[in-house]
């Protein structure tokens, strides 16, 4: 048996389960929560497939891991694992009769979510089908970029936490909080940096692919792509809820780059583009 269809059974298993739990509890989030650990089971099938003797296969895995461990704890520490759904998936329940959102919860949320988590580690497949290519400084530098996307994502998620906190004080202290979402730190430069240092770290781990292969045209790419269309409509709709909640949100976005970490637009210059519209 192929490691490849070893993960396949594996995420055909998590599939069942998730479509399961859902139909059994009403919570539609079980892969959500099986989102930081998965990815993290697949890339230790190809290292040990490869009998933990590949570096760079070792390296992947590794790498994935400490992605994995991260992700865990700050969904853990929001109540992910508590039986908290996710705002996201109560919104569109409420947008949508109860059979269409039961087929886009099997579709949508367990299959083509699951489908992708393997998409995102099939550089790993690369890299397993290339394991004569040395480990190699290209391969080093990588790994350092995707320890410092982990990095950043952890101040990043570090900033939201806390802002959340006080902002959660603050209401229970019967005060109205100003700003009622951060816009500091970080966010400053980014509406979601916590989203682009996400991306960035599967797009390095398909990179790290590509140099075992020797090419970057790797059929493998498929995955980051497929997360990164995920990613721009995730945050379209998030946004859209944000902007339903608080008015003020727009200004935000007229000032502050979406994803990529970028200067603030003066305010001045927004105010004028609207005026001239």
Known sequence: MTPLLVVVYLACTACAFAWIASLVTGDTSWVDRSWSIVPVVY?????AYAHLTNARLDVMAGLVTVWGVRLTFNFARKGGYSGVEDYR????????????????????????QNLLLVLIVLPALTAYDNRSTAFGPLDAVLAMLFLGCTIGETVADQQQWEFQSWKRREIEAGLSPSPRFVQTGMFRFSRHPNFFFEQAQWWILCFIGTVAAGSVLQWTVAGPLLLTLLFVGSTSFTEQISVSRYPEYEQFQRTTSAIVPWLRRPERVVAHAVDTE
Do not use: G
């Open 43 to 47: 890339l230790w099938v190809f290292a």
């Open 89 to 112: 998936w109560e919104v569109l329940r409420s947008r949508m009769s109860r059979w269409q959102f039961q087929l886009f919860n099997l579709f949508f949320i367990v299959l083509y």
